[in-house]
């Protein structure tokens, strides 16, 4: 019945006027967690059966995952989580180019850390991220409302997946912001909200993912079926295999005093025994295995075009040009203009692999990891029947990935400084611009189950080296030792482009040094730009709102 109601909610784009005319008056920064009546469609008409309750109130969510404009969606857009996690790291950078990608020093600032606590783009993704959180809360609210005159059994699963979808949007606020509102009801008025320590919210995000996973589905949800693209069991497990990795930062409640809790006192309840935060992820990342994850055998695989059949993604966001509305802008962004236009696609001509990337891959060197040429286009590039790529001039396209930096205006290597985003298969039938593709963009994928098992076994005094090298060895990499500062690098190598830098940098304490062309900010080793300040908008409309430290 699901899979059937499912294929009508995406077919039928009118069944999402209810949730948009909801969301309207929700998030400008004058109406944060405030309803607009008049926008909204009489709820009696949406939640009169079963079917309506799972199209409306689970299904609708989904919609939400995804995006096609700036600060939506959990990748996919630009100036959203994606780039947050990103381009504040030392993976990857945006050039500015002549009168190319300044955008008023925004790019810039990022890469910097020097971001201000007046950032529209950090505004809207805490608005985006909480729009998400309130609309669960009234799913949640019409469940329950349902549920006293009706005894569908779908229900406690419903409500399940639900608590689990606000789970995972609250684990990236406290990832992002670390201290913030820890809300539960969707009538809450602003100056009612209390901020919560980031302790709290971690607590709460666990207890939630943990209660919901018993009644969820232990399908896998990046591949075709009724559960395609939805909070399934390995989901939530892959979830709480990471929130137990960074336990020790998030339940670090004064990320600013150079001290943390240790993981091996961190403890947490898994089927009845008491585990530390290495133990649990061990525990989780052993799950996904008995679920059936592995690695594919070729790395490709897992972002070729209609990737729906790998067994190694995790959870995906579904892509498909003609049934939903999500986009993919990073290869976009990143080609040169001719590289896209030999693709019969568009170019923005951006972001380019840092110095620190290339050196982390031996680029150019006799050790150079197998890994580059599948993750980066560099030298010189050719169209899909293998002829070369030129200039407008006539000359050869050549990118120059050493000539990399923060600002290379005026330079000769001004369009073609930096290696280029090539992680994902070109679909030559992608439509607006190569933004609508038929590759599901990937967000947890099993490789990093096994690397998060390395690291946890390593801090836990025990030997990492059979879940390292099991992933270096499917591409043909030597053998590495599990040494922490060798899984770090083998994070970088396996899951580039993936939107991971920025949280294993903090947790590594590697996240506010200085790298090329970035030096350290004043007072910045205290630890103060490893979470985003509140945005200052919303802050203000409610003085109990604390700005975090450092801002």
Same mark, same amino acid.
């Given at each position: ?371 580059? #040429? &599948?993750?980066? =286009? ?5 169209? @899909?029947?293998?002829?070369?790529? +030129?200039?407008? /001039? *006539? ?44 590759? #599901? &963009?990937?967000? =947890? ?5 096994? @690397?998060?098992?390395?690291?946890? +076994?390593?801090? /836990? *005094? ?48 590697? =996240? ?40």
């Amino acid at each position: 019945m699901e899979e059937e109601m499912m294929k009508q909610y995406m077919k039928n784009k009118s069944r999402l006027g209810f949730f948009l005319a909801m969301c309207l008056g929700l998030f400008s920064c004058s109406k944060f967690l405030e309803e607009n009546p008049k926008d909204k469609l009489p709820e009696d008409d949406v939640y009169n059966t079963i079917s309506e309750v799972y199209l409306n109130a689970v299904a609708s969510l989904y919609t939400y995952v995804g995006g096609y404009s700036d600060s939506q969606g959990l990748q996919g857009t630009g100036r959203g989580v994606y780039d947050l996690n990103t381009f504040t790291s030392d993976e990857a950078i945006i050039p500015t180019r002549g009168g190319d990608w300044y955008d008023g020093g925004f790019w810039q600032g990022l890469y910097l850390h020097d971001w201000g606590i007046e950032n529209d783009a950090i505004q809207a993704t805490w608005e985006y991220l909480y729009k998400v959180v309130m609309l669960s809360n009234k799913s949640l609210e019409r469940i329950d409302k349902f549920a006293e005159t009706h005894s569908a059994t779908e229900l406690p699963t419903y409500r399940a997946e639900v608590r689990a979808m606000r789970a995972m949007y609250y684990y990236y606020l406290m990832d992002l912001f670390g201290r913030i509102p820890l809300v539960q009801s969707s009538s809450v008025a602003m100056k009612d909200v209390v901020q919560s320590e980031r302790k709290t919210v971690f607590d709460f995000v666990v207890k939630e993912l943990q209660e919901a996973a018993p009644l969820l589905s232990d399908a896998h949800s990046n591949q075709s079926g009724p559960y395609y693209g939805r909070i399934t069991r390995p989901v939530v497990t892959f979830l709480l295999a990471k929130l137990a990795l960074n336990s020790e930062v998030y339940t670090d409640n004064d990320w600013t005093d150079g001290q943390r809790p240790d993981g091996k006192n961190i403890k947490f309840t898994v089927n009845g025994c008491e585990l530390n935060a290495w133990e649990t992820v061990i525990y989780y990342c052993d799950q996904l295995k008995t679920m059936g994850y592995k690695l594919e055998p070729e790395y490709e695989t897992n972002f070729s075009i209609f990737n729906e059949p790998s067994v190694e993604n995790v959870f995906t966001i579904p892509m498909n040009k003609t049934l939903y509305t999500n986009q993919m802008q990073y290869l976009f962004r990143s080609r040169h203009y001719n590289h896209a236009k030999a693709y019969g696609l568009s170019g923005e001509n951006g972001p380019s692999a840092t110095i620190e990337a290339l050196e982390a891959f031996g680029y150019e060197t006799a050790e150079q990891d197998p890994r580059f #040429d &599948i993750c980066y =286009f560099a030298g010189t590039v050719h169209d @899909l029947k293998g002829n070369i790529i +030129k200039l407008d /001039n *006539g000359t050869v396209l050549e990118y120059l990935p050493w000539k990399v930096s923060l600002d290379i205006t005026d330079t000769p290597y001004e369009q073609t400084a930096g290696a280029r985003m090539k992680k994902y298969e070109v679909d030559p039938t992608a439509t607006k611009d190569g933004k609508l593709m038929e590759n #599901d &963009i990937v967000l =947890f994928r099993y490789a990093d189950a096994l @690397l998060m098992k390395s690291e946890a +076994k390593v801090r /836990n *005094g025990a030997n990492g080296d059979e879940e390292l090298n099991e992933v270096r060895s499917r591409v043909n990499a030597s053998p590495r030792t599990a040494t922490l500062e060798n899984i770090l690098a083998e994070r970088q190598l396996e899951l580039a482009w993936e939107g991971w830098r920025r949280q294993d940098l903090v947790r590594f304490g590697k =996240f506010t040094r200085a790298y090329s062309s970035r030096p350290q900010l004043p007072d910045e080793a205290s630890g103060y730009t490893t979470v985003f300040p509140i945005p200052e908008k919303i802050r203000v409309m409610n003085e109990r709102l604390k700005q975090n430290p450092g801002y």
